[in-house]
């Protein structure tokens, strides 16, 4: 096939814009982002060869190359990887199908039309985005990318100034691999900090972000004369002792198997010793990933064997109410031929998750106790998934519980715990007691809360779709009986509605209770309310107002 001129899709142009006027202070993460493309790529092609004992290919020298021209002013990042089929570029590259993207650029838009602030909201945004492949344009006015498919007879050649179209054209001679060249702009030669011709500066920003990629990282010397060093160590970073490693070598190795630019909230380490041998290295975010409740939201850890790599996004290891959980399980005992699905059934695997889950669940109590503020950032932005696990987990509901927060009318600005809840409890409140509704506004008028205030009794606002689901799941906690301040009689302690007063509103309740007939059950006199005259209540059994909502706009 001859050279075709292709068209970006409208989301790769808008990201390509961004990169080309971007202004994002560390640019000299682009080399971080072609690094981690070439290391996946050396992964794949080393899983594929022991899957496919048809493959013809070499793996006895696997490594990612880097070489500039100064003279040029290129930089180029070769791998013997795994490669691209023609099809393969167009689609991996001439388009996102990240997740994510359409809300990205959304808030974008936003962050622009805000103004002021938006060139640190951008860099913010495209941080928490990780742009991939693209950020080469942050860099380079031109970018060609060479690279044949591992059992491949010819190879493809794409090259692109980042302006709406790139080429694509056959290219037999490429040697299998993938090769990116950046023609770099020239306002960088200014700066010598961030001149990427120049191997120094290169050397520099590989050991910076890259030092724990397994695969040899090899700097050509200046002029490609005499033989090219491997600059990275190459240490696997869980193999390592704790306390042999920095905060900095954890946060790039974050941002590799995370794609997300920013610091983790929290480091965890875990291994196991003995019959079933493994370590862990796991990272929990600062903050929500963008497609946390989108349904084709990718979950799990990397999982290793033996340090080969085997899948990302194994699923297997980390239940959907941890999907924000990132990191590394390397196993030692398992066929490096496992599947997806024989992967859920594995005993070990079984195990591992069971670990891991209740590891991740500890850590976070210990935050609570020991770092309240970082566990108040890691309740803001990621609660809303824990609390699924009260529907899904069984066997952790308590630790869970354990580590929940709800808004609550102590404290319009701080969350509680139930625990502290419980702490608070005056004498003779037997019960915690909770509104659920769709906003914390919309509950703090409601009529439902009058009797609880004048009482002095603290109530939980529950105001997330999944509080709705749950609170019907779990009955107590500590033996104190969550109920809904909505539902069924409240035994607040009143006295009873003496007969006397009864009578004088028994003609009042029968014209309600006809007039009203089709549309309530029952109407009695009640001592939930202080100023309102009346308020709708639920049976005990009946539907929370916003879950009957919920069902209704479902068609139910
Ligand atoms: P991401 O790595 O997050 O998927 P990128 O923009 O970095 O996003 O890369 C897009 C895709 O292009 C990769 O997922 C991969 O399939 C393909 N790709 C990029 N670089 C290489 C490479 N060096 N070798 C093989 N495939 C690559
Ligand atoms: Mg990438």
Redesign the pocket.
Known sequence: MSTETIEFQAQARQLLQLMIHSIYSTKDVFLR??I???S??LD?LRLAAYQDKDLEVDTSDLHIALATDPGERTLTVR?N????TRE?VVD??GTIA?SGTAEMLGRLQQAREAGAASEQATAELIGQF?????SSFMVADRVVLV?RKAGAASGVRWESDGQGTYTVSDEPQAPQ??A?TLHLKPEDTEDALHDYANPTTVKGIVKRYSDFITWPIRMAPAGGEGEPETVNSRKALWARSPKDVSDEEYTEFYRHVS?DWREPLQTIRLSAEGTFEYQALLFLPSHAPMDLFMREAKRGVQLYVKRVFIMDDCEALVPEYLRFVKGVVDANDLSLNISREILQQDRQIQLIRKRLVKKVLSTVRSMLDDEPEKYATFWSELGRAVKEGLLSDHDNRQAILEICSFASTHDPEKPTTLRDYIARMPEGQEAIYYATGESRAALENSPHLEAFRAKGYEVLLLTDPVDEVWVDMVPTFEDKALTSVAKGEVDLGGDDVDDETKKGFDALLGWLAATLDDDVKEVRLSHRLTTSAACLVGDAADLTPTLEKMYRAMGQ
């Open positions: 982002e072609l981690s493309n070439a996946d790529a794949k791998d990887g795994i490669g691209m393969e991996l590259i990240k990780g742009v991939g492949f693209y690279t691999g993938t990116v794609h």
